[in-house]
Nanobody, 122 residues
Framework: QVQLNESGGGLVQAGASLRLSCAAS????????MGWFRQAPGREREFVAA????????NYGKSVKGRFTISRDNAKNTVYLHMNSLKPEDSAIYYC???????????????WGQGTQVTVSS
C-alpha cells in the first residue's frame, strides 16, 4: 500500500521560510517522479513543483519559481519543498504526489498524500 505523508507545515510570517517533507512508502521511490501541489479555500488545485527521477528534471509553477525549490533524497524515500520569501498568497494546503515514470508532470499523478497546512500571515 502506497503512502505519502507530508509534514513541516505551520504558521509563519511573510518573508519567512519553511521546508515541507513528504515521506513515501510502499513504492520504489527512485523510479517515481514526485510533485507538490497546493489548494487554498475556494480555489482550484495549483501545481507548485515537480521532480523527475531521470536527469533530475524539475518544473515549477509560475507563482513560486525563484522562491521554492524541490529536492529529493532517494535514500530516505523523501521529497522536500524548500519555500523561501513566503507570501500570504502562499497560504494553502500543500499536497505531495507520486507518479510512475521518469519525467515530472504538472497534473497527472498516481498517488496523493493527505496534505499539510501552510499559513503565511502578513
Amino acid at each position: 500500500q502506497v503512502q505519502l505523508n507530508e509534514s513541516g507545515g505551520g504558521l509563519v510570517q511573510a518573508g519567512a521560510s519553511l521546508r515541507l517533507s513528504c515521506a513515501a512508502s510502499g513504492l520504489t521511490f527512485s523510479t517515481y517522479s514526485m510533485g507538490w501541489f497546493r489548494q487554498a479555500p475556494g480555489r482550484e488545485r495549483e501545481f507548485v513543483a515537480a521532480n523527475g527521477w531521470r536527469e533530475n528534471i524539475t518544473n515549477y509553477g509560475k507563482s513560486v519559481k525563484g522562491r521554492f525549490t524541490i529536492s529529493r533524497d532517494n535514500a530516505k524515500n523523501t521529497v522536500y519543498l524548500h519555500m523561501n520569501s513566503l507570501k500570504p498568497e502562499d497560504s494553502a494546503i500543500y499536497y505531495c504526489a507520486a507518479r510512475r515514470g521518469p519525467y515530472p508532470s504538472t497534473g497527472v499523478y498516481d498517488y496523493w498524500g493527505q496534505g499539510t497546512q501552510v499559513t503565511v500571515s502578513s
